[in-house]
Each structure stands twice: as structure tokens, then as C-alpha cells.
């Protein structure tokens, strides 16, 4: 197995990838995303896990005996489950249920010709890189990437401690390392840029409009009503100025893509999408809340290395799908790689204009997260129908040949580079 960490691309200086544009995704699928698992067999992760698999192959044109690779993160939104292990006998693991290894799936499909396995426990845009990798390095030829999205219900996120002791107390009950402490460094930025919160209403309005062109989004399939400015403003405070409406809603959903050779792609049914470049951070910051200055430098530390190792330039990226889990953050992905000559400061500005699919600046062309529920998958799949023409009314009109997708923040986040052509 390759290890956890060699493999990244995690520092600046590597130069252009050396596997730029012999890469290429060539199938994707996406199971039904609902609200939580009612823990019947046939919406479970690992039943979920063979449908997308089994979509992504059949649209790529080849068959399973095709697949010699398989990669997945088996702790994705699952390792934070409290208490565990969930079940009670008679189960004797959770794989398949509440997770799904590269191993159980292969087992699931009767993959006979599987030479590489890796369930590293990582998040989805780690995950592209380690595939991408693999194929680039021959560890594999066709390898399926599967992103195995859980929500149980009552259990995400607990805590498995029921008590906080010494320093812990002052952090551990209100989880002060996530919104309160993203809500402090966005009330930074606002002070600093001279902006305010209600300033990205018509970002995240466009969100859940454009995550309604989503076929197999949550609320399209669920509550497919609009979203309206007004509906946004009236949000409840979670942490203030985080609203009930800036945090992304867990969801229980599998996406599943198929990587292979630049050669092999070409052969096959889809139109190939090309992997230009793919980037890691795992960031460190110098206590429990990080400030706009460590925000703004490890976020253009990440798009200074995608864009070293891709050997292009802001202005010669089309689509962008960035993170968005939470709204508070994605400013400064989009500061970070000067998106539509976005600098920082500007983003709320750019929020106000026309970011519709429609208009000039498609930003999140996905619904991102937002929009589509907490699958994290959506912004990658956009991002290759984009490129394919094939992202129905969500179409850009503006030119569609490269796309950034990413996620998640912080350690661990990952990002891609995808081209319609090879170089």
C-alpha cells in the first residue's frame, strides 16, 4: 500500500505534475442522496457505494473485469459517530454500513483483477489526489474513486466524552475549533474589508439555485422550492454571524468516478476529462482559532501550488468550485485564486453581480455543498459535466474547457485541476 503522505503534492517548488494531462476521469456516479439512513440494507453506504460504482463503469463502457484499482475513504463524515462501534451483535463490522473500504467494496462488485487497494482515511479532495497518483505512478491502469457520505441519525459529530476537563472546558461544548471559531474569523475579515454578513445573501441564494438544477441533489429530490433572499435573512444565529443557513446539511449519498490512463480514457465511451494537476495541504495554525492573516496565507499557499503544478494562470481557469460547506469561508478560496481578478476584500463585491450559470461568473456552477446537501461531491462532478457539455440547465454559457474543484477545510483539504484537453 502506499503511504499515507508520500504521495501528496503538499509544498510549493514541486513544479508542473509530472502525470499533467495522463490522467483523465472517464465515469462517474452518484447514488440518491437522503437526509439520514434509516438502517435498512438498501440505503446503506455499502448498497448506495455498488450503485454509483456500477453507474460509473457503465458510463465509462467497459466492464468490471476492466478495474484493476480501487481507492476510498472508509472514515468519510463517519469517524465523529458517537458512541461506537454503532451496531450491536450480530454485526461484526461496520464496513459496508456505516463506512466502506476499498476492500469491502471490491469483495461487493467481485472485482477479480484488483492489483491496488487503499482506504485512506481521508477527505474527498485528498482523495482525488491519491487516485490520480496511483494512476499516474502505474500502481493501477483503471481505478475506481468512491466517496462513501454517511448520516446516522443523532450521531453526527457527538462527542464520544461526556465530560471536559481542564482546558477542554472551555472549548468542547460549544466546539469552538468549527463555527464560532470560522464566525470570529469572517467578523474579521468584515472589520478589516468593511462588509457584513447579510453582504453574501446573494451568494447563498444562488447556491440553492443552482443546486435545484442538481438532478440528484437533496433538495431537489426533497424540498425543491426556492430559496429567497428573504428566507435568508431570516436564518436563525447559530454562532453569530453564522446562520442556520451558512452551514451545509449532512446528508447520507456515494459518489463514485473512474480514473484511468489518458490512453485508456480515449477508447472509452465518455468523453474523457483530463486531471491537469492535484494539490494537499494539512494546515497548522498557531492556536485553536486561526486568524485572517493565517486564513488568507495557508488558503494562497494552496493556489499558488495548483497553479505551479498545473503551469496555468488565474485567468486561464473557467469553472470554480470551491469549497462552500461553509459560506463564510469561501471568500477567501476565491481571493486566494483571483477567480474573475478577484483580490482580497473584493469577494462580497463580486457576490452583488451576475454569478448566475448564466452570466459572466458561474461561480459554484454545483450548488456546492449548500445547495446540493453535505455530499462534498458536487462540486466535482460539475466541474467534469462542465467540461463534458453535459451539465444540462446548468450549462455555463461562458467557455467551459478548466476547472478547479476542492474541499475540505482545513487539514486535509485537496484540490484538483481539470482540463477538457490533455495539455
Not at 472508509?74 to 454485526?91: E, I, M, T
Not at 502505474?138 to 453526527?156: H, S
Not at 470560522?182 to 462588509?195: D, I, L, Q, T, V
Not at 451568494?203 to 435568508?232: A, I, Q, S
Request: hydrophobic content about 40%; glycine content about 10%.
Amino acid at each position: 500500500m502506499q503511504s499515507q503522505t508520500g504521495w501528496m503534492r503538499n509544498r510549493e517548488g514541486l513544479g508542473v505534475w509530472e502525470h499533467r494531462g495522463k490522467v483523465a476521469v472517464a465515469g462517474v456516479g452518484h447514488s440518491p442522496v437522503d437526509r439520514r439512513w434509516d438502517e435498512d440494507l438498501e440505503h446503506s453506504l455499502g448498497a448506495y457505494s455498488m450503485l454509483a460504482a456500477r453507474q460509473a463503469v457503465a458510463e465509462a463502457g467497459i466492464s468490471l473485469d476492466d478495474i484493476d484499482g480501487v481507492v476510498s475513504t472508509s472514515g468519510a463524515l463517519g469517524a465523529n459517530w458517537a458512541p461506537r462501534p454503532f451496531f450491536d451483535p450480530p454485526y461484526d463490522t461496520e464496513d459496508g454500513l456505516t463506512k466502506v473500504t476499498a476492500e469491502w467494496l471490491a469483495r461487493g462488485l467481485g472485482l477479480k483483477n484488483v492489483k491496488y487497494m487503499n482506504s485512506y482515511a481521508g477527505q474527498i479532495g485528498v482523495l482525488w489526489g491519491l487516485a490520480a497518483q496511483a494512476v499516474g505512478d502505474g500502481l493501477c491502469n483503471t481505478c475506481l474513486l468512491l466517496y462513501p457520505a454517511g448520516n446516522l441519525a443523532g450521531r453526527y459529530q457527538q462527542n464520544p466524552q461526556t465530560h471536559a476537563r481542564g482546558a477542554a472546558q472551555w472549548t468542547n461544548p460549544w466546539n469552538w475549533w468549527g463555527m464560532p471559531s470560522w464566525a470570529y474569523s469572517f467578523n474579521e475579515y468584515c472589520r478589516r474589508y468593511g462588509s457584513n454578513h447579510d453582504r453574501i445573501a446573494p451568494f447563498v441564494v444562488n447556491l440553492r439555485r443552482n443546486g435545484l438544477m442538481v438532478d440528484w441533489g437533496y433538495y431537489t429530490t426533497h424540498d425543491p422550492k426556492p430559496f429567497t433572499t428573504e428566507d435568508y435573512l431570516k436564518g436563525r444565529w447559530v454562532a453569530k454571524p453564522v446562520c442556520l443557513f451558512d452551514a451545509d446539511l449532512p446528508v447520507q449519498g456515494v459518489s463514485c468516478y473512474l480514473l484511468t490512463t489518458a490512453e485508456r480514457a480515449r477508447d472509452m465511451a465518455a468523453p474523457p476529462v483530463y486531471i491537469l494537476n492535484h494539490a494537499q495541504a494539512q494546515h497548522r495554525v498557531r492556536s485553536m482559532v486561526e486568524t485572517i492573516e493565517e486564513t488568507e496565507a495557508w488558503t494562497g499557499r494552496m493556489a499558488r501550488m495548483i497553479y505551479e503544478g498545473s503551469g496555468l494562470s488565474p485567468a486561464d481557469i473557467d469553472i470554480f468550485n470551491p469549497y462552500d460547506g461553509f459560506t463564510l469561508f469561501t471568500q477567501y478560496w476565491l481571493e486566494a485564486f483571483g477567480w474573475h481578478g478577484v483580490k482580497k476584500g473584493e469577494a462580497h463585491d463580486f457576490y452583488a453581480g451576475d454569478i448566475s450559470v448564466e452570466g459572466p461568473h458561474p461561480l459554484l456552477s454545483s450548488g456546492g455543498n449548500i445547495g446540493t446537501g453535505r455530499t462534498r461531491s458536487a462540486i466535482f462532478v460539475d466541474s467534469i459535466e462542465q467540461l463534458r457539455g453535459t451539465a444540462g440547465r446548468r450549462q455555463v454559457r461562458v467557455k467551459a474547457e478548466t476547472a478547479i474543484a476542492g474541499c475540505v477545510l482545513p487539514a486535509g483539504n485537496g484540490h484538483v485541476v481539470f482540463s477538457k484537453h490533455p495539455s
